[in-house]
C-alpha cells in the first residue's frame, strides 16, 4: 500500500521490445557506408572476369588464322573466311581482325558500348599482335594501341 511518506513509484511490468529509431537510422548507415564501398570494387570484379569472353574469342580466332596460314599464303582480315563471329560468345565485345599480311595480324576485342565493359577504363579494348611469329598483347582506353611502346598492355589487363 502507498501511505503519505513515500512516493509513488510507477513501476512496469512490461518491457518495450524492438529497435530505437536511433538505433535503426545507425545500422542503416553502417549498412549504406558498408555498400558503398564494397560495391565498386564488386563491380570491378565482375568486370575482371568477363574480360575472359575477349580473351577467348581472341585465342579462337588466332587458332582460326593458323588453320587459315597452314592452307593460303597470308592471314586473312575476313572474319567469315574463318568462319568466326564478329561478337564475343557473351556479346560483351565485338571482335576484328586488321593488319592481315603473309606474316603479321591484329585481333581486336573492343568493349560493347550499350554494355558494362564499356566502363573498363583502360581495358576497354584488348588485342592480340602477331608479328612475324611474334605475340604482344596491348590493351588501352581507346582503338588505337600504341604496339611500338615498350608495355603496350599498360593497364596490366592481359592476366600472364
Not at 509513488?8 to 521490445?17: D, I
Not at 581482325?97 to 584488348?126: F, I, P
Amino acid at each position: 500500500m502507498h501511505t503519505p511518506d513515500q512516493p509513488q513509484r510507477l513501476v512496469s511490468t512490461s518491457r518495450v521490445k524492438g529497435f530505437t529509431l536511433i538505433e535503426l537510422l545507425v545500422a542503416v548507415v553502417i549498412v549504406g557506408v558498408l555498400a558503398a564501398v564494397a560495391l565498386p570494387s564488386f563491380v570491378d570484379s565482375i568486370r575482371k572476369s568477363r574480360r575472359a569472353d575477349a580473351f577467348t574469342a581472341i585465342a579462337a580466332i588466332q587458332q582460326a588464322q593458323e588453320r587459315w596460314r597452314g592452307n593460303n599464303a597470308a592471314y586473312t582480315s575476313s572474319l567469315t573466311a574463318l568462319n568466326s563471329s564478329s561478337q564475343s560468345a557473351s556479346a560483351y565485345y565485338t571482335l576484328a581482325v586488321s593488319d592481315a599480311s603473309a606474316s603479321n595480324y591484329v585481333v581486336t576485342a573492343n568493349a560493347v558500348a550499350e554494355k558494362s565493359q564499356a566502363q573498363d577504363g583502360v581495358c576497354k579494348v584488348l588485342a592480340v599482335q602477331v608479328l612475324g611469329g611474334n605475340l604482344k598483347y596491348g590493351s588501352g582506353a581507346s582503338a588505337s594501341i600504341d604496339w611500338t611502346a615498350a608495355e603496350p598492355d599498360a593497364g596490366r589487363c592481359w592476366a600472364k
